[in-house]
């Protein structure tokens, strides 16, 4: 008998369109080939702007309803660069600079989430995108045309294990103002 889950786990997200995630997918195929490890398909590529965690399935409500009164400016990403996180084996891509309406929506999510007792990560946002997990050295002269992304809205998604493999699953969007 399959039992039905009581949580969620979740974060919030910008969610690439499927050019922007193709062009990201081959960045980490290439990564990959480089430093080895374990290469994110290009479906799951995304940049967080608040991980969540388990969250009980009778809140998501009131997350969509918050995130809903969030009026974020839509922005221009141009990701340029790739990086290497020794400590956790990460190979990432990002960009020079953070954004103002960037920076403005990670932190009103912030202080939205940590009104009803969200807890912020103790470090600095760095906007990123992971792509290479467990990779065994950093990017060696990585050729890396940057990426255009028109970031028109973000998301609330969902990380579902089933088979010992995450899936994605966008459960709500919200769009970003002109």
């Known amino acids: 008998m399959r039992r ?34 374990r ?18 399935l009778e809140r998501i409500g009131a997350l969509k309803a918050l995130a809903g009164a969030i009026a974020g400016e839509r922005f221009e990403l141009s990701i340029d660069r790739v990086g ?11 960009i020079a600079a953070c954004p103002p309406p960037l920076a403005r929506l990670a932190s009103a999510l912030e202080s939205a989430l940590g009104a009803i007792g969200y807890e912020k990560e103790e470090r600095r946002y760095v906007p990123h995108v ?15 045309t940057p990426i255009e992304w028109s970031v028109r809205e973000f998301a609330l998604v969902d990380s579902v294990q089933a088979a010992g493999v995450a899936r994605y699953d966008v459960i709500a969007r919200y769009p970003l103002l002109v």
């Open 84 to 94: 290497y996180w020794r400590h956790n084996r990460i190979v990432w891509a990002g």
């Open 130 to 144: 992971t792509l290479v997990r467990n990779a065994k050295r950093g990017p060696q002269k990585l050729h890396v």
């Open 39 to 56: 290469a994110i398909p290009a479906e799951k590529t995304h940049v967080t702007l608040f991980f969540l965690g388990n969250v009980e």
């Open 4 to 37: 039905e889950r009581a949580t969620a786990r979740l974060f919030f997200a910008l969610w690439p369109e499927p050019r922007v995630q193709q062009a990201l997918g081959a960045l980490a195929q290439a990564a990959q080939a480089q430093c080895g490890g």
